[in-house]
């Protein structure tokens, strides 16, 4: 790595330099740093800008003419020298290991980045960013653990990517580029007992270029596409069993878990239900667990299940089509259609008839006044007309209710 540094002094409405100009070069870092000065009656402003900058490989670059308002600098020519191979796999070496190597477009690929260091501490470590275009990159875990070899300690730490390329045609893993400093002990200390530490020398290594066959969708295909080696449906009611009774709901639940996907990739699921049936639907839960094993989608819809009139109804069944990526065919995970018997509203909640007992005056008690709140949902009063009734037992006593 290497500092590029843009300094203007006095320059007025000052704009940061584009830097679009230079290829090859990558920007890791950049910062800003404004100052003023004043020496007796002089003031000096000065605006710099500081990219840390890194070449990918060896060979010549040309950082050019940088314009700062009215001015700009001097183009500057690079020289990238290789690093010996051997040096750089005498401390640090970086592996890749990408599985599979032939894929779908949406079809997951695990990328496991592994970093070696041997027989020497290291500090200040850095790797390049993992991006890739045309592809979603997802960090699933990151883990070291340390061995001893020949009498020498090994570091070792691996970080697993699962990658989800967008389309087909080849998907090219780039180089990751590793950067660390030796740690060198002295063997001085002070009356403290602290030892000392420097700075040693700074260590590079790459990894090397892979690329991945992203294969088109098979021919014909027009389902939903949703390439995975296991998709499970599940089913749950509350209550379980149910029992559908006119005018009062039942939760139907429908679960939907998929490897190697997001749970953004599984589908919608579409439901046309009977007339006498009314259904709610909640916002669905969608969610992505992170593990060893990849990525596992989940999407979860819930329905509020309200009959209007008693009688045999039937549910319609549900199934969702995926790419089976071990078989290389097509295959459907359903839930077969359900019959219930849908019971009337409950007899006790028939009408009861007045009392035609005459109140006799001198039994009349003060007047108490008791509001009772009677709240009930839109779905209810609109949609299905419920009808209800609020019995109360009262004794010399006025009830208001609204």
């Not at 390049?128 to 653990?145: D, M, W």
């Not at 849908?342 to 108490?368: A, C, R, W």
């Amino acid at each position: 790595m290497f500092q590029l540094r843009v300094e203007a002094k006095n320059v007025d409405d000052a704009e940061e330099p584009d830097l679009s100009g230079i290829t090859g070069l990558q920007i890791l870092n950049r910062s800003v740093q404004n100052q003023t000065s004043i020496v007796g009656t002089s003031i000096t402003r000065t605006l710099s800008w500081t990219y840390i900058m890194i070449a990918p490989s060896s060979g010549d670059y040309l950082i050019p003419a940088l314009k700062v308002g009215n001015e700009q600098s001097t183009p500057i020519a690079l020289k990238v020298t290789a690093y010996s191979q051997n040096q750089r796999q005498k401390y640090v070496s970086l592996d890749v290991e990408v599985v599979p190597k032939k894929v779908y477009p949406q079809q997951q690929i695990l990328v496991r980045l592994r970093i070696s260091r041997t027989g020497v501490q290291l500090e200040n470590e850095t790797i390049t960013p993992f991006e890739l275009k045309g592809a979603l990159v997802e960090e699933l875990s990151q883990k070291s653990h340390q061995t001893v070899k020949n009498g020498k300690k090994h570091k070792i730490t691996e970080i697993l990517y699962a990658v989800i390329p967008e389309k087909s045609g080849t998907l090219v893993i780039p180089q990751v580029r590793y950067q660390g400093e030796i740690i060198q002990r002295g063997s001085s200390q002070n009356n403290f007992g602290n030892i000392f530490q420097k700075r040693g020398q700074r260590i590079f290594s790459t990894s090397t270029t892979q690329s991945v066959e992203v294969k088109p969708l098979p021919t014909g295909f027009k389902n939903w596409w949703l390439p995975t080696d296991k998709l499970v449906i599940e089913e749950k009611w509350q209550p379980d069993p149910p029992v559908f009774r006119v005018g009062e709901p039942v939760t139907r639940t429908f679960a939907i878990f998929a490897n190697g996907v997001s749970g953004n990739q599984i589908p919608e699921l579409k439901f046309d239900y009977p007339v006498t049936l009314k259904g709610y639907a909640d916002q669905p839960l969608i969610e992505t667990e992170k593990s060893e094993k990849g990525l596992k989608g989940m999407r979860l819809e819930k329905w509020a299940l309200i009959p209007s009139q008693p009688g045999k109804i039937e549910l319609p069944g549900v199934s969702v089509s995926w790419w089976d990526i071990k078989s290389d065919t097509l295959q459907t995970a359903a839930i077969s259609p359900k019959i219930f018997d849908i019971l009337p509203v409950l007899e006790n909640l028939q009408e009861i008839p007045e009392e035609e007992t005459p109140i006799q005056p001198d039994k009349i008690m003060p007047t108490k006044i008791i509001n009772i709140n009677l709240e009930l949902t839109n779905i209810l009063l609109e949609d299905i007309g419920l009808r209800f009734r609020i019995y109360l037992v009262c004794n010399n006593v006025d009830v208001v209710y609204k």
